[in-house]
């Protein structure tokens, strides 16, 4: 079995990692950075290499991969080196809990079913999307490439997420919405209706309001520094 190398060393990182050996999916052989993160050369008791150091190194072919990386600026960090790995043809691997019911189907590479969820039939999950702990996504849904859906969620059945886009926990999408790319669903919010992309929806009193940005700015509106 080709060994695991994990992108990113951050928090994302530590918990793929702990995923990784709690389900003995992979043996993990270390992490690697893109050279302008390059700062440690260890973490978790493991060597840090440099990415592009694999993109001409032909001990690559002992290696599999996947990015670790959260939904900072809407997921756009983690579709950046998405790209690049690509591009670079570097393998990356998806990693499935064995936990999870998953009777759709996961397309391409790059996705993490967390412990406990379940993808009913007719489900479609596109690549580097990362869906958490005990999400229920229900038949017939398609969640588009780089996305993010938080542990608790709910998304009904013949559902589209846009891409790139991002569900908070505990949030419930009613069947048959659509949701535009690069969207953003609050945590707690029961979504009833169709979003535009570039939208982003939270929670007020008892309702929820919706707001509109342009492309560049709806990225800020979802950033984490770690």
């Not at 998405?82 to 019911?101: G, K, M, Q, W, Y």
Request: proline share 2%; hydrophobic share 40%.
């Amino acid at each position: 079995m080709k060994r695991l190398i994990i992108i990113g060393t951050g928090t994302t990182a530590r918990n793929v990692y702990d995923f990784v050996r709690f389900h003995h999916l992979f043996e993990v052989a270390g992490f690697a950075v893109n050279e302008s993160f390059y700062s440690e050369s260890r973490f978790m008791g493991l060597p840090v290499y440099r990415l592009e150091d694999f993109f001409t190194n032909s001990h690559s072919d002992e290696y599999v991969f996947f990015i670790a990386i959260l939904w900072n600026n809407l997921n756009q960090d983690r579709r950046n080196v998405f790209e690049t790995c690509r591009e670079n043809n570097l393998p990356l691997v998806n990693l499935i809990a064995p936990t999870a019911v998953v009777r759709g189907k996961t397309e391409n590479d790059n996705v993490w079913i967390g412990d406990h969820v379940v993808l009913q039939s007719g489900v479609t999950i596109e690549s580097d999307t990362f869906i958490r702990s005990n999400t229920v996504v229900c038949h017939d849904t398609t969640v588009k490439a780089h996305s993010f859906i938080s542990a608790g969620a709910v998304v009904g059945s013949s559902c589209i997420v846009g891409e790139q886009s991002f569900i908070g926990l505990n949030a419930t999408v009613l069947e048959g919405i659509r949701i535009g790319a690069k969207s953003i669903v609050g945590a707690g919010v029961c979504l009833k209706e169709n979003l535009d992309q570039h939208s982003m929806v939270c929670l007020s009193s008892d309702n929820y309001i919706v707001k509109q940005y342009d492309p560049q700015t709806i990225g800020t509106k979802l950033t984490h520094k770690r």
